[in-house]
């Protein structure tokens, strides 16, 4: 074959790849390789085309024909790109190390295959073989970055001394979710004196390498605070701050936020106080008014008295607003008091000053002010002999003058709030009355506001006065703030009339208001009106303000207690959210999302955002591992941790195992009581995540997105909104991770652990615990059912006695060698099978009765009652199929098979009357009703018709849906 012909043969392969016509590439390679079956380029070809199928079969062929190609040890660019493509769609990254460091033995002066040899080992955090490698290429060609590379490697193994991998490094899916289950037992603090030892002598060899650096550290930031963090680590605070007084060191802190915090660092360890004062007075002369500074400033004055301990305070002082430090603040000495107070008097002067020269030269700045208030709050922190509220600062007059100095920013509520805790009941009152005499004097003439700033001082004053009221507040109080704040978004919307769509009303605001009012109107009477009056004003005001993401969130909220999910998700469906957004958001729609679901009847939206939602996990596990490449490769050192933070909090999201039992309750919901229902993948992920220590859990759910403008003295808007007595977090997932394990795996599956050769060798130590799997997901906390309403309860009851019931029968069959089973096991039997069948109809009361009573039922807990008897009665069909097909030749001499048969009898006619309930709920269904119950609260002032149109709709389809999907699941 002439090589211009086989270029053109090798060239139709790549383009069939890179169009995603993979059978004509596998097709295209056989060609070739039937002439040339040793060619290494064409079997990687293939490989390659095999693994981008996705389809089992060719994942297993790729499998072995990848083994052939990595065995010849290529050294060819061409093989080495295609080849390592391909570990990557087979997820084995272990096996790049190899292909890499074998070319690179082979070709030892070929710079490229050293460092992608060197970036292999970094993708799976095989910091050892990576400094080693780095070190030697260094000696090899020279380049100083290498020897960084090195000095790197040797900090991470310093910080991780038993990890050799992140979670992308496994050798499968199932592999990784054991690995990263076991982040936290990975990370070796500097504990024993053992470990401190091998911790110090990995630093002290990354400063050994510094040293021979060819170049000046200097001359890069990242490189310079690398060299800092060392010294540090080594407890050399006092040459680092030598290298931060040289003329460059000064010039890097001024320009890299990283050594700044370095910096910030150091001073607090050598406790510099005098020249750290000096140093943030000068910042802040020259207009770098940076909060780092001024808490630094604040530290400078109140340290300096009474030093803090380094063990009981973070490094890193907390920002605002927030509640009081959370660190315990050091006992001031009795002879000491004094002197405190007058450093504390000494700092006030100076941001007294600053206030006061900002106010003369016209400056909007907020920073003297705040200073003041977080001095206020750092000085009430100290144990002062019981003055608990004595501090140096009139807290009110200060506010008060505040709100007059910044009324017209949007940011002077959450500072006000963010102080809230400074002020007494009278200080909070006398903030309440001045706001509320600025609303009236605003509001007056709404109409005639022809400036924002204005109308900012008009939201603030009202928000201010609603924050600040006294609790418990009557429906009607309610009702009258809500018409007063409608009455004044309507009269402001003018004022944007003109503004591009993409821009939010600078009244919006004041829909929220109005909206949070009406749901306090419904937490004080349960009266649903309100919540309809909410939910058409909050869509009014999303029309006119298409990207206001707070007012769509809160109708997301609204949407959910009335049952309406369909709308709900399709709100936050228009947030747009992507990627990691998906952790922190999903929440709002996934929380208790199955009720919601309506899979059983083949309506797959709420499974498809779920689905949608794992996906940014799944990603973290193949991209972080490529940002901590890049990190390397630009030497952003700074960055590295965190990219390895980044990925570790993802792995260990809350989020994702609450996403995950969420998406096998309704997948078991969709597919019935068979088989398959839920994958073994996803069963194996349930194992690892459970098996995860609780406290590793990272909950990064946003919640601060969400407008809260209640009174602070009262539940929060997120509270009053939470369908059941909490929102899910870990408990609740622990609850239903046990139920689901317990449903689905061998007890003898659940105790197999990884092999210990395998672990050893990635360097990962599991928790221990007392017992086994099998028996922990045995036993539910109190604190893991204090998160589950009495319907999630009542399944978990009903569930476990089920299982316990059946594997009482087992184990008394296992003992008596295939006994019959029967006998005085039998009384029992009776009370469990009426127990249980029972259950079900105690639900279809609960269920009957909540539906015959829509004025004072809130539409989610029907869904949500009537959804989880319907899981409960698959999870008893997958449990009872497998009992039944084992006493297949018993049926009628077997009290456990007599028992199913009851239980499956009375648990059907449970469900069929559900399922009548729910069809005359749907038919209950009356839009007008509904429009002119509104308009007894707001009027004519909002367009109720077409919100109450769409919402009598989605709640009938809801209803009937629901009832379609359980007769089609589990009666038909």
């Given at each position: 074959m002439s090589r211009q012909l086989e270029e053109r043969q090798v060239r139709a392969i790549y383009e069939s790849i890179d169009t995603g016509s993979y059978k004509a590439a596998v097709q295209?390679?056989?060609?070739?390789?039937?002439?040339?079956?040793?060619?290494?380029?064409?079997?990687?070809?293939?490989v390659l085309a095999l693994a981008r199928t996705g389809r089992p079969d060719d994942e297993a062929e790729a499998h072995g024909l990848l083994d052939e190609v990595i065995l010849s040890r290529p050294k060819d660019e061409s093989v080495l790109g295609v080849t390592s493509h391909a570990l990557k769609a087979l997820n084995?990254?272990?096996?790049?190390?190899?292909?890499?460091?074998?070319?690179?033995?082979?070709?030892?002066?070929?710079?490229?295959?050293?460092?992608?040899?060197?970036?292999?080992?970094?993708?799976?955090?095989?910091?050892?073989?990576?400094?080693?490698?780095?070190?030697?290429?260094?000696?090899?060609?020279?380049?100083?970055?290498?020897?960084?590379?090195?000095?790197?490697?040797?900090?991470?193994?310093?910080?991780?001394a038993n990890a050799q991998l992140t979670a992308s490094s496994s050798l499968s899916t199932a592999t990784a979710t054991k690995i990263s289950a076991a982040s936290a037992a990975m990370k070796q603090p500097a504990g024993d004196k053992d470990k401190t030892d091998v911790r110090?002598?990995?630093?002290?060899?990354?400063?050994?390498?510094?040293?021979?650096?060819?170049?000046?550290?200097h001359a890069n930031a990242d490189r310079f605070a690398l060299h800092l963090d060392i010294l540090q680590a080594l407890e050399r605070a006092d040459e680092a701050l030598v290298m931060l007084d040289t003329e460059h060191g000064k010039h890097l802190v001024r320009t890299s936020p990283v050594v700044q915090e370095i910096r910030r660092e150091l001073i607090l360890r050598t406790a510099a106080w005098d020249k750290e004062r000096a140093a943030t007075e000068e910042a802040m002369q020259s207009g770098d008014r940076s909060w780092e500074h001024v808490l630094s400033n604040i530290n400078s004055h109140l340290y300096a008295v009474v030093a803090p301990s380094i063990d009981t305070i973070p490094i890193i002082d907390p920002g605002l607003p927030g509640p009081l430090p959370p660190w315990p603040a050091p006992p001031v000495p009795e002879d000491k008091r004094e002197a405190l107070l007058a450093a504390a008097q000494e700092c006030k002067k100076y941001f007294d000053t600053m206030?006061?020269?900002?106010?003369?030269?016209?400056?909007?700045?907020?920073?003297?002010?705040?200073?003041?208030?977080?001095?206020?709050?750092?000085?009430?922190?100290?144990?002062?002999?019981?003055?608990?509220?004595?501090?140096?600062?009139?807290?009110?007059?200060?506010?008060e003058s505040y709100v007059k100095a910044f009324g017209g920013k949007a940011v002077c509520v959450e500072d006000v709030l963010g102080h809230a805790e400074l002020l007494d009941e009278a200080g909070k009152e006398r903030l309440r009355a001045s706001a509320e005499a600025t609303a009236t004097e605003l509001e007056g003439d709404v109409?005639?506001?022809?400036?924002?700033?204005?109308?900012?001082?008009?939201?603030?004053?009202?928000?201010?006065?609603?924050?600040?009221?006294?609790?418990?507040?009557?429906?009607?109080?309610?009702?009258?703030?809500?018409?007063?704040?409608?009455?004044?978004?309507?009269?402001?919307?003018?004022?944007?009339?003109?503004?591009?769509?993409?821009?939010?009303?600078?009244?919006?605001?004041?829909?929220?208001?109005?909206?949070?009012?009406?749901v306090g109107a419904h937490a004080a009477s349960q009266d649903q009106v309100y919540l309809y009056a909410a939910a058409a004003l909050l869509e009014t005001a999303c029309s006119a303000s298409r990207y206001a993401y707070g007012l769509r969130l809160c109708l997301v909220r609204v949407y959910r207690m009335l049952g309406a999910g369909k709308l709900a998700l399709k709100h936050y469906r228009l947030l747009g959210a992507k990627l990691v957004q998906t952790d922190t958001l999903s929440h709002f729609v996934l929380a208790r999302g199955s009720m919601f679901s309506l899979a059983s009847n083949g309506d797959l939206d709420y499974l498809a955002e779920a689905t949608e939602a794992g996906v940014i996990y799944v990603s973290n596990t193949a991209e972080t591992p490529e940002m901590l490449v890049r990190a390397f490769q630009w030497e952003k050192y700074s960055q590295v941790t965190d990219f390895m933070t980044f990925q570790d909090r993802l792995e260990c999201s809350l989020q994702r195992d609450l996403t995950l039992v969420e998406l096998a309750r309704m997948r078991i919901l969709h597919t019935g009581p068979r088989a398959g229902a839920i994958t073994d993948a996803e069963l194996v992920d349930m194992k690892g995540f459970f098996d995860r220590i609780v406290s590793d859990r990272y909950d990064n759910r946003d919640l601060g997105v969400l407008p809260s403008l209640q009174p602070i003295a009262g539940d929060s808007f997120d509270k009053q909104t939470t369908l059941g007595p909490v929102a899910p977090a870990g408990g609740w997932a622990n609850a239903f991770l046990k139920v689901y394990l317990?449903?689905?795996?061998?007890?003898?599956?659940?105790?197999?652990?990884?092999?210990?050769?395998?672990?050893?060798?990635?360097?990962?130590?599991?928790?221990?615990?007392?017992?086994?799997?099998?028996?922990?997901?045995?036993?539910?906390?109190?604190?893991?059912?204090?998160?589950?309403?009495?319907?999630?309860?009542?399944?978990?009851?009903?569930?476990?006695?089920?299982?316990?019931?059946?594997?009482?029968?087992?184990?008394?069959?296992?003992?008596?060698?295939?006994?019959?089973?029967?006998?005085?096991?039998?009384?029992?039997?009776?009370?469990?099978?009426?127990?249980?069948?029972?259950?079900?109809?105690?639900?279809?009361?609960?269920?009957?009765?909540?539906?015959?009573?829509p004025d004072g039922t809130l539409a989610w807990k029907i869904l949500h009652a009537s959804t989880l008897l319907h899981e409960r009665f698959v999870l008893f069909g997958l449990v009872s199929s497998s009992v039944t097909s084992k006493n297949a030749s018993k049926k009628k001499t077997d009290p456990l098979a007599q028992g199913v048969r009851t239980i499956r009898t009375r648990g059907t006619a449970a469900l069929k009357a559900v399922c009548a309930a729910l069809t005359a709920r749907a038919e209950r269904e009356d839009a007008a009703t509904l429009v002119d119950r509104c308009k007894d609260v707001l009027g004519d002032a909002v367009e109720v018709g077409a919100t109450m149109d769409v919402l009598a709709t989605s709640r009938r389809e809801a209803f009937e849906g629901l009832a379609h999907g359980i007769a089609r699941v589990s009666l038909s």
């Open positions: 295209q390679a056989n060609k070739l390789l039937k002439r040339q079956p040793g060619n290494v380029l064409y079997k990687a070809l293939k084995r990254p272990f096996d790049s190390i190899t292909l890499f460091e074998e070319a690179f033995k082979q070709a030892p002066h070929d710079e490229e295959l050293g460092s992608q040899a060197f970036m292999a080992n970094i993708r799976v955090g095989n910091w050892k073989p990576a400094q080693l490698l780095a070190t030697r290429m260094f000696k090899n060609f020279g380049k100083d970055r290498m020897l960084w590379w090195a000095v790197m490697c040797a900090v991470l193994q310093s910080m991780y110090n002598l990995l630093l002290n060899l990354a400063l050994r390498l510094i040293e021979r650096a060819p170049e000046t550290t206030v006061a020269q900002d106010g003369e030269a016209g400056k909007d700045e907020r920073t003297g002010w705040l200073a003041l208030l977080e001095l206020e709050r750092r000085v009430r922190a100290y144990d002062l002999g019981g003055r608990e509220t004595e501090g140096v600062i009139d807290v009110p007059e200060l506010l109409a005639s506001i022809t400036s924002t700033s204005v109308l900012q001082r008009l939201i603030t004053a009202l928000k201010l006065s609603r924050a600040f009221a006294a609790v418990p507040r009557t429906a009607e109080q309610e009702v009258a703030d809500a018409k007063r704040y409608a009455a004044a978004y309507f009269a402001a919307l003018p004022l944007g009339k003109d503004i591009p769509k993409t821009e939010i009303q600078p009244a919006d605001d004041l829909a929220v208001l109005a909206a949070q009012a009406l317990r449903t689905f795996v061998n007890p003898l599956e659940l105790d197999r652990q990884q092999d210990p050769e395998v672990l050893k060798k990635l360097g990962v130590e599991l928790p221990t615990h007392d017992e086994p799997l099998s028996e922990r997901v045995k036993h539910i906390t109190d604190e893991e059912l204090s998160e589950l309403t009495e319907e999630e309860r009542a399944l978990v009851d009903a569930i476990d006695e089920l299982l316990s019931w059946v594997e009482r029968h087992q184990t008394k069959e296992a003992a008596n060698g295939n006994g019959n089973g029967n006998g005085h096991a039998e009384g029992g039997d009776k009370d469990v099978v009426e127990r249980i069948a029972k259950g079900f109809e105690d639900a279809q009361a609960r269920i009957e009765a909540l539906a015959a009573d």
